[in-house]
């Protein structure tokens, strides 16, 4: 009796082992990781499914890494991509920052080839209608790729006081956001506390714009705009209206008192990225996911205006997945759906 006890718990321990040392049979993927593997986008129509930190999209297109008044950051992440709508609007963004004093823009994130949740960082950035964008003014010089990857952005903001060091805010600063926030597609524009309350005290004239900007954690080093659901994409979850008025008052008082830099009860809590499956996602991600590629990378890639871009040529019918359906046009004969949600 005794012996068959011991068998018994010999075989019951090793099945423990077993199934410790290996994942179960059927476990679902993390999201992440099967979005975070697509080198390329979802060869079909533009469109956005789920809400900016649960989705993903397809359609998607590529900036180049190199603009007439843009260069692209962190090439190895592979995160140039987004909804043509934001690419272009980046593009347009680009000319005319350059055109206000501004030297280009280095861009950062925007979003993976097919969105979902990122292997790293970024909870939203996920249905290609956000893009982060330096506050570091581009070199005077096209970077390397390993400058790209070393360079440090500068930190705008003085961390202990949590307000913005005069000695590196210029009027262009401030004209570089009233321009990103000048766009009708564009609802909002995430700056850190600091800078929203230097553009408080110091914009005058016209302050409406400053409404659009509003303080979140993180983005001392560059400003994260993210525009609305765009015209077709019935899956694609809008947020919530920006409060009324410039954001000056009490809202952002909060922002410098103890309560929202205490520490984290529980910074080891995994995030949500790294627990999402694809059962958490909308459903149209799997086919997303499993959509065929475009021919290639160049064939999806804007270059700037004046500069020739392979892009499908019917986008309402879907990105073409054959390379004699693609045509080459400049970016600003690219037909992108013209009509807006108008900020409320």
């Not at 790294?274 to 804007?302: G, I």
Request: proline content about 8%; glycine content about 8%; some cysteine.
């Amino acid at each position: 009796m005794k012996r068959s006890i011991r068998t018994m718990l010999r075989a019951a321990l090793a099945t423990l082992a077993l199934a410790v040392a290996s994942p179960q049979a059927g476990a679902e993927e993390l999201a992440k990781n099967l979005f975070g593997a697509k080198d390329l986008p979802a060869a079909t129509e533009a469109r956005s499914y789920g809400f900016y930190s649960k989705g993903c999209f397809s359609g998607g297109v590529a900036i180049a890494t190199d603009g007439p008044n843009w260069q692209a950051m962190r090439l190895s992440r592979n995160r140039r991509w987004g909804h043509p709508a934001m690419i272009s609007l980046i593009e347009k963004f680009s000319r005319d920052a350059a055109r206000d004093g501004w030297p280009g823009l280095l861009l950062g994130d925007i979003s993976q080839p097919r969105g979902g949740p990122m292997l790293t960082g970024h909870a939203s950035h996920q249905i290609g209608l956000d893009a982060d964008i330096w506050l570091t003014p581009m070199p005077d010089h096209t970077m390397s790729s390993r400058e790209r990857e070393n360079m440090s952005a500068t930190l705008m903001v003085n961390p202990k006081t949590h307000k913005v060091y005069d000695n590196l805010w210029t009027p262009a600063h401030t004209q570089l956001l009233k321009r990103a926030a000048s766009y009708g597609e564009v609802e909002r524009i995430l700056v850190n506390p600091g800078i929203k309350k230097k553009l408080c005290d110091t914009v005058t004239g016209d302050r409406s714009w400053l409404r659009k900007v509003r303080p979140f954690w993180g983005h001392d080093y560059h400003f994260h705009m993210r525009i609305g659901c765009q015209p077709g994409s019935v899956g694609c979850k809008g947020q919530a209206d920006v409060a009324a008025g410039e954001g000056c008052d009490k809202s952002l008082a909060w922002w410098f008192t103890e309560e929202p830099w205490r520490p984290n009860k529980n910074p080891d809590a995994p995030k949500a990225r790294d627990l999402m499956t694809m059962k958490q996602l909308p459903s149209a991600c799997v086919a997303v996911l499993n959509a065929p590629s475009p021919v290639s990378e160049a064939a999806v890639t804007v270059r700037g205006k004046g500069q020739k871009t392979m892009i499908a040529a019917t986008p309402d019918v879907g990105l073409p997945q054959t390379a004699n359906a693609f045509t080459d046009i400049p970016l600003d004969k690219v037909p992108i759906p013209l009509a807006r949600p108008d900020p409320r």
